[in-house]
């Protein structure tokens, strides 16, 4: 190893691991007080040796290496004999040997061993997968391929300590655990070197990061649980040393924010870098513009006596049998026309080769790109596109039917009238196509009957319950069933309307009934039932009687139940479907997860009961922002059900004049907005800056000046926030709202992260 090189530079794991081994071995020294022969089983470029200063360090390992003491070779096939070190040491090879050969690869260790083996490595648990997958989808998403070695642990199975262990006791070995690398603090510095790892420029700064990690991660909390990696101390015939590994029962907060600001300090520069080269690319191609604005009109010009001609030649078309003699005249003048052209063809040539070499010397490195930006082809389909957005504004109805006219014309085209007509009929029917879909679905029944605690139960008596049913068309119910593998009485569904009275009736023979799965009840649709409460009865026609698999751990709010006149309280597998004309499936959520008038008076309620009602601020840059989606942004804060907000805006140096008035006139009438107007345009993360300045709140929320937040947005985070009080860093979902004000493309948040202090 260099000279100069400083441990604490190490990678946080890396030396973390390196320095709890050296305290271990320091330990075994203090009772023997000599110097170790000890041997590195995958120690390639460990440096186990800088932290081991007095010790005789040997290396084995299947790849080269230049270390002393070296050998390459197969740690399942040690050349060594028996009890040939004192020592031997595996911190990060375990989780990559085959699980069927990692009981040999244990034995080999204790076989070349005198006294103790170290072993080091993460062990399979939930936690551990869980970040490793996170980690691994960061790393995917920021380079496009899968880690290489998280993969590995993800395909192959991290080893199991409860077989490790078992293999211990069961061969007479004793052995204690220390725990390292804490989740959460291995999570946020993994997403650090991944972010960071297109960028050799930035390695400075994370080496900092590194470095402060290093010197302060007892205090950090590297040591609490739950860990990512665990390091065993397995003894041959030596009694344990005492480990001196001090260290508090909780993070050092103080410490752990500097931490959390060295690594954001590295993210806000690589942000900034990125702007300011998005702003000298934008100033290049505008001086690029300029230069051939005079070519442009040359072409324009040449475009429209082209366009002459050809009106010249469809008259010549039109009257094509009185005239042959004169179209043929008319060819040799075309003929001339096209030779010109030809020759215009090769000065504008020419003119490129200008451009392209003058452009070379400007840009160098951006050649690519300007290489595209320069070809006549891309020229004239800027121009044409430009002349098209004029015509055919974007997300306009004459905007849809040109590219709806277009796609056709390019289909009639390429693959002729029978594929064009097939599409239409496809898109039709696709568009009136019906679905039965689950409007309520409880979830507490699962069908992994094993794990779920539920029992069967009869149905000796009547199964009835009570419901509001969210749409229209309510046509099927579905219960979780249970036939003790035997064929049962036939099953009786009566729906029952507000009124008492029997609506709808469906019959399931004994033998349809199935088993640990759900059995359909269908039935005409009851075209106008959303927003209604149904009630039904399930009825077990005689004996033997089928059983509905029934869970006591918890009430369903969507579903009131009963067991002939006793209420029971518990849960089923339920579902309430509808037979819908849907176009997308996000339709079908919108409609079941809508916030009915009860819900908003249930969601007040549980407001009033929260312990912790934090005020947060929200924060919204506003510039030139058209009045209507401004007006939209405000009124969806100041409709919120959870009303402890305040809402900070600071205008951009809007220039367009209803901009002041309409922020002037809600100012006036809730003294919840602040306002703060800009003199200078500083952009959208200046303008948030200075938004910022004007909160209070013990949270900040990024509001767009054209956003709009869903009524119960700000209830539901404060609901987390109660549940979870460490929470530091909340995400939300999100989807777009179309001209006409149609939801779509959401982005539904399903891992549901949140950041922990």
């Not at 840009?363 to 055919?392: A, G, H, M, S």
């Not at 609506?503 to 088993?515: N, W």
């Not at 249930?602 to 312990?611: H, L, M, R, T």
């Not at 805006?649 to 008035?661: L, N």
């Amino acid at each position: 190893m260099n000279s100069d090189f400083d441990l604490m530079d190490l990678p946080f794991d890396q030396y973390t691991r390196s320095y709890i081994i050296k305290k271990i071995i320091d330990s075994i020294r203090d009772n023997c007080n000599n110097s170790f022969k000890i041997l590195d089983a995958g120690g390639r470029n460990g440096n186990l040796s800088s932290f081991l200063h007095d010790d005789e360090i040997h290396i084995i390992d299947i790849r080269p290496g230049t270390e002393s003491n070296y050998v390459i070779g197969d740690v399942t096939k040690a050349p060594y004999k028996d009890s040939s070190f004192d020592i031997v040491v595996s911190s990060d090879v375990y989780e990559h040997v085959p699980a069927s050969e990692r009981e040999y690869f244990i034995s080999e260790l204790l076989r070349v061993s005198k006294n103790f083996v170290i072993l080091g490595a993460p062990f399979d648990s939930k936690d551990v997968k869980d970040a490793e997958m996170k980690a691994c989808n960061y790393f995917k998403k920021i380079t496009g391929e899968p880690h290489p070695w998280l993969l590995e642990h993800i395909e192959n199975g991290l080893p199991s300590s409860e077989k490790l262990e078992h293999f211990l006791e069961d061969n007479d070995f004793s052995y204690l655990t220390i725990k390292t690398n804490n989740i959460s603090n291995w999570f946020l510095m993994q997403l650090l070197i991944f972010y960071t790892s297109k960028y050799t420029n930035f390695m400075e700064n994370v080496n900092k990061v590194h470095r402060y990690y290093n010197e302060n991660f007892l205090d950090l909390g590297d040591l609490l649980e739950p860990s990512y990696r665990t390091i065993y101390l397995i003894s041959k015939n030596l009694e344990f040393p005492e480990l001196d590994l001090k260290y508090k029962r909780d993070k050092d907060l103080s410490k752990y924010r500097t931490l959390e600001r060295l690594i954001f300090e590295i993210i806000e520069d690589s942000i900034s870098k990125s702007t300011n080269l998005t702003a000298e690319l934008s100033k290049e191609i505008q001086n690029k513009d300029s230069y051939i604005q005079g070519l442009n009109n040359f072409i324009n010009e040449f475009k429209q006596e082209i366009q002459n001609k050809d009106s010249y030649i469809q008259g010549l078309d039109n009257n094509i049998n009185e005239f042959k003699q004169e179209i043929q005249n008319k060819d040799s003048y075309i003929q001339q026309v096209s030779t010109s052209v030809e020759e215009l063809q090769k000065e504008i040539q020419h003119k490129d080769d200008l451009i392209q070499y003058k452009d070379d010397l400007i840009i160098q490195n951006k050649k690519e790109l300007n290489d595209i930006y320069e070809t006549v082809p891309w020229k004239i389909y800027t121009k044409c596109q430009r002349v098209v957005n004029v015509l055919f504004p974007p997300n306009t109805k004459r905007r849809q039917t040109f590219d709806t006219g277009v796609f056709g014309i390019q289909m009639l085209n390429k693959q002729g009238p029978g594929e064009f007509f097939h599409q239409i009929k496809c898109q039709l029917d696709k568009k009136h196509r019906k679905y039965s879909v689950p409007a309520i679905e409880t979830d507490f029944i699962s069908s992994n009957i094993t794990n779920s605690p539920k029992v069967a139960l009869p149905l000796l008596e009547t199964l009835k319950g009570k419901f509001t049913f969210p749409i229209n068309n309510l046509s099927e119910l579905k219960f979780f069933t249970a036939t003790y593998k035997r064929i049962n009485s036939d099953l009786e569904l009566h729906i029952i309307n507000d009124s008492t009275k029997i609506i709808r009736k469906s019959k399931v023979k004994g033998y349809e009934v199935l088993d640990n799965d759900y059995t359909s009840f269908k039935f005409k649709p009851i075209k106008y039932s959303g927003g209604k409460v149904f009630s039904f009865e399930l009825v077990s026609k005689g004996d033997p009687s089928a059983a509905i698999w029934y869970n006591d751990s918890g009430a369903l709010q969507e579903l009131a139940l009963f067991y002939g006149d006793k209420t029971l309280n518990g849960s089923i597998g339920f579902q309430a479907c509808s037979n819908l004309e849907i176009e997308e499936e996000y339709d079908l959520w919108i409609l079941k997860n809508s916030l009915t008038i009860s819900k908003q008076e249930q969601y007040k309620v549980k407001i009033k009961e929260f312990v912790f009602k934090p005020k947060i601020s929200l924060i919204m840059p506003v510039y030139n922002v058209d009045k209507v989606w401004l007006e939209k942004a405000i009124d969806s804060v100041r409709n919120q059900l959870y009303e402890n907000w305040e809402l900070c805006i600071a205008d951009d140096a809007s220039t367009k004049e209803h901009i002041i008035p309409t922020l002037e006139k809600y100012l006036k009438e809730d003294d919840r907005i602040k306002i703060k107007y800009l003199s200078n345009n500083l952009g959208i993360s200046g303008a948030s800056n200075e938004a910022m300045s004007l909160a209070t709140g013990e949270f900040i929320g990024l509001l767009d000046n054209d956003d709009e937040l869903s009524i119960d947005a700000l209830y539901e985070v404060v609901k987390l926030l109660n549940k979870k009080p460490k929470t530091d860093l909340v995400y939300s979902d999100e989807d777009k709202i179309t001209m006409e004000g149609k939801r779509c493309n959401p982005f539904l948040n399903r891992i549901g992260l949140q950041i922990y202090s």
